[in-house]
């Protein structure tokens, strides 16, 4: 029998560990996977080098959930890199990386999927359908169902998150089985002709290749609502991230076996391309049914889990007050809910979440490396203290190894942004900077005290 209570925070502790590793999975898997194989294949030219490519973000996403791991066994609280952050460095650090959370990386995120589920969606009904209106709709659906409470949020987006991996099951079988094999051709060589501008190319080809293994993370903004977080967050993100690479590689082998590295490369639809091949001309609906069922799937689990941030900040006083209200009937952060619906859907209807997105993955890198080295300090101060990793003992294998494996990955990550994209890369770390005046007006307020009870 599932255990439903309320937790420190005035949450209802309501998700176990299947749902937490669909909340894992859900945060994955979007809708790059639907585009991504084509930008990469493009860059590189050769089989070997695409799927090494996925490979080598697959065991970076891998080393990650190994660190977050053990951060969710040691911090089980709402809020995820927000607490570790700011238990680790100080309210400034954690208040910089909620800044660029809820105003830019995971409101633009979600800005650009909902458009992309708009316009599939009017594929699929044949045109006619307003997009905006599309938008608003689905946004304040999904903050409703939220805001009934975590147990109906975190059930549609495990059922829509099954019916997702279902369809892109279902394009993996296309490409292996029912599209025609396409030979092998003769290796082209990469951009460029000397080795600096081989390596510059698969830099450049994993940045889509990172970003698509991006937003495990996000299903430690939950943890105090998950059951045992201590030992089912920690299990969730190693079966969830593991379950995700499988997937990705498969998909990157039917796409190459079905359309070969050139024509894959050369595309713009990979998906439809595969299809096509294997069903005809029903594939342009099948490819958009897909897409739409993905993007609204991780809509679905952001409006569940990226709430919880900025709830976090309020409780620490750091953000207005009222978006620390727990709703008093489903235990949910309505308001925090509410607020990032809204802004997700001012950033959808004004245009500019392509060039938003563009600014976000050197720092959200950035972020990913100091977080995980918060583990450091944290173990530190454990032996200093005597206290246990967490109810599990749950322990990152083969640390400091693997964490300092995981740190270097993401500089250089952070590195490749900064080579292939200079002029966005540093306008992101404008935007964080941005954050340091709001964050010295709520300490000027005095507002550092915790939220009373709920």
Known sequence: ????????????????????????????????????????????????????????????????????????????????????????????????????????????????????????????????????????????????????????????????????????????????????HRPAAAVAPMAGSAPLDAWKAFGGAMIPVVFSYGGWQTANFVAGEIRDPARNLARALLAGVAAVIVLYLLVNVACLRALGVDALGRTLTPTSDVLALSVGPAAARLAAAAIALSALAFLSQSMLTAPRVCFAMARDGLFFRRVATVARGSRAPAVAIVLQAAWTAVLALSGRYDQILSYVVSMNFLFFAVSASCLFVLRRRARKTGAAAGASGFRAPWHPITTGAFILACLAIVGCSFWAYPVNSLIGYAILLLGVPPYLYWRRRGARDAAPPP
């Open 1 to 180: 029998m599932s255990e439903t209570r309320n937790g420190a925070e005035g949450l209802r502790v309501a998700i176990g560990f299947p749902g937490a590793v669909m909340l894992v999975m859900g945060g994955i898997v979007g809708v790059g996977i639907f585009a991504n194989p084509a930008i990469v294949a493009r860059g590189l030219h050769a089989p070997g080098l695409v799927l090494a490519a996925w490979s080598l973000g697959g065991v970076v996403a891998l080393l990650g959930s190994f660190v977050y791991a053990e951060l969710a066994a040691r911090i089980p609280a709402t809020g995820g890199e927000y607490v570790y952050l700011r238990d680790t460095y100080g309210p400034l650090a954690g208040f910089l990386f909620g800044w660029t959370t809820l105003f830019v990386v995971q409101a633009g995120g979600m800005a650009a999927v909902s458009i992309v589920f708009a316009r599939n969606l009017d594929v699929l009904f044949g045109g006619g359908l307003s997009e905006p209106l599309v938008v608003v709709a689905v946004l304040a659906g999904l903050a409703a169902v939220n805001c009934v409470g975590v147990k109906s949020g975190n059930g549609l987006q495990s059922l829509l998150g099954l019916l997702k991996v279902g369809a892109i099951a279902a394009l993996i079988v296309a490409g292996l089985s029912l599209a025609p």
